[in-house]
């Protein structure tokens, strides 16, 4: 629940040493489903190596269900996050092509995490179109700055600062003159 695993991410520190009742111990279908929410606390937490397997043991489980599509996102982030850039692409790709490659607010968390690990992998080229479908579907601050970063990566400096400027400005909270993303 909220309130358990709030109080976890709060004392992680304290548990980083312990080792946990993972899915190598609920290979069943059944018990098995609860490694997907061990998996979300292990990334929130920090562990996102950690979490890998238990997300790819729920999704071994569930497959291309429709309504667990999100969870090859979750993976792809796990994956990114743990420093392996290039194994996240294929469950980001699966990800995609289970939601038709259409961006919608559902699947703009998919496509997201893609153009962070495209800029991870060093494939501004592949990233920038990505980047640009994105901010036109969500006029979003983050994916601006995120954006930037390909521009820089491509070398195109200029237009770099201009999208930075765009992400400040789309950023700032009128009501407390401070930015919520840069």
Known sequence: DTVLS????ANAAKFAH????????WPDRERGRNASGLGLLLK??????????ELEHYLALVGDNRDE????EELGEALLEAGRPEDAIAPLDHCVALHKSKLTDESLPVFQTRG???????????????WERVIDHDN??????WYARTLHGLGKYVEAIAQADRA?????????DAWSYV
Request: with cysteine.
């Open 140 to 145: 979003d601050p983050w994916s601006m700055r």
């Open 69 to 72: 599509r999100n969870w090859w």
């Open 116 to 130: 962070q690990t495209l800029d991870a992998l060093g494939r501004f080229a592949e990233a920038a179109p990505l």
């Open 44 to 53: 929130s937490v920090g562990r996102h190596a950690d979490a890998v397997p």
């Open 6 to 9: 709030g109080w976890f991410i």
């Open 168 to 176: 400040i400005e789309n950023g700032r909270d009128p009501e407390n």
């Open 18 to 25: 312990c080792a946990l009742f993972t899915s190598a111990v």
